[in-house]
């Protein structure tokens, strides 16, 4: 069986054995549902293919204009269904925004 794993948004290829925990979770459960072979696994790396085109401030500026808005939109039509408090904040706006907003942008384009 062969497994392809592609992570989300975010900047996944700083942590080399970042889809290893994915490995280790999915061979537990097919092995408990009686697979009897060793999976194989490969991950999709695209941080150099975000890394290699425009991530400058108008980029920038396009992503944090579609963040507000949308934010705005959320806001007004979900309070009733969002998330608990504290799980949306962002530790760090910068790399917050260029791995996430700034991806975002940059695959609208």
């Known amino acids: 069986m062969k497994?392809?794993?592609v992570h989300g948004i975010g900047h996944a290829d700083l942590d080399q054995s970042?889809?290893?925990?994915?490995?280790?979770?999915?061979?537990?459960?097919?092995?408990?549902s009686g697979l009897q072979t060793d999976p194989q696994y490969e991950g999709l790396t695209?941080?150099?293919?975000?890394?290699?085109?425009?991530?400058?401030p108008a980029t920038y500026?396009?992503?944090?204009?579609?963040?507000?808005?949308?934010?705005?939109?959320h806001?007004?039509?979900?309070?009733l269904t969002a998330a608990p408090p504290g799980t949306r904040?962002?530790?760090?706006p910068f790399d917050y925004?260029?791995?996430?907003?700034?991806?975002?942008?940059?695959h609208q384009q």
């Open 89 to 92: 904040g962002c530790l760090d």
């Open 97 to 106: 925004l260029r791995w996430r907003a700034g991806m975002v942008a940059q």
């Open 46 to 56: 695209y941080d150099p293919l975000f890394q290699q085109y425009d991530h400058g």
């Open 3 to 5: 497994i392809f794993f």
């Open 18 to 32: 970042y889809y290893q925990p994915w490995e280790t979770d999915v061979t537990n459960q097919l092995k408990s």
């Open 75 to 79: 806001t007004v039509t979900d309070p």
């Open 61 to 73: 500026a396009a992503a944090l204009v579609e963040f507000l808005g949308s934010a705005a939109v």
